[in-house]
């Protein structure tokens, strides 16, 4: 791809393991599980951070380990949602892309106009209505 910031693509998977064979790796009652998280600089294949944890870390206390790049955008999902995380991204001059959860409380302040043929839905300033994510990230986003 031809682009100008780096982009990378953040993600975790959960691999199940055998809990009688790795006892050490405790994620159920009856299953064991490491979480595998990488960090893909979508200018290549090789990963640009991993991050082997046991399985039961949340995906979102990986923003900690990361040390952000800035001007870089950083594609992640809903799991990593926690204002608190992105605001220290932005903070260090990071930028982030992640779908809202359903039960998000924001206001629309303003809709960017917007080429559906590329696939990209909306492109909007918000201002958060909760206390708590308001509290965290109190810059509109």
């Given at each position: 791809?031809?682009?100008?910031?780096?982009?990378?693509?953040?993600?975790?998977?959960?691999?199940?393991?055998?809990?009688?064979?790795?006892?050490?790796?405790?994620?159920?009652?009856?299953?064991?599980?490491?979480?595998?998280?990488?960090?893909?600089?979508?200018?290549?294949?090789?990963?640009?951070?991993?991050?082997?944890?046991?399985?039961?870390?949340?995906d979102v206390n990986v923003l900690d380990l990361l040390v952000p790049e800035a001007g870089a955008f950083y594609l992640m999902d809903r799991a990593y949602l926690d204002f608190e995380h992105l605001h220290a991204l932005t903070q260090m001059g990071a930028f982030f892309v992640t779908r809202a959860k359903s039960n998000m409380d924001a206001q629309r302040l303003y809709s960017a106009p917007t080429d559906h043929s590329t696939g990209l839905v909306a492109e909007q300033t918000i201002a958060l209505n909760g206390f708590y994510p308001s509290q965290h990230y109190s810059q509109q986003t």
């Amino acid at each position: 791809m031809d682009l100008s910031n780096t982009v990378y693509a953040l993600d975790a998977i959960t691999i199940d393991l055998c809990l009688s064979m790795l006892p050490w790796a405790p994620f159920r009652s009856t299953t064991a599980a490491i979480k595998l998280h990488t960090l893909l600089d979508l200018r290549g294949a090789i990963p640009s951070f991993i991050h082997i944890s046991d399985g039961k870390l949340h995906d979102v206390n990986v923003l900690d380990l990361l040390v952000p790049e800035a001007g870089a955008f950083y594609l992640m999902d809903r799991a990593y949602l926690d204002f608190e995380h992105l605001h220290a991204l932005t903070q260090m001059g990071a930028f982030f892309v992640t779908r809202a959860k359903s039960n998000m409380d924001a206001q629309r302040l303003y809709s960017a106009p917007t080429d559906h043929s590329t696939g990209l839905v909306a492109e909007q300033t918000i201002a958060l209505n909760g206390f708590y994510p308001s509290q965290h990230y109190s810059q509109q986003t």
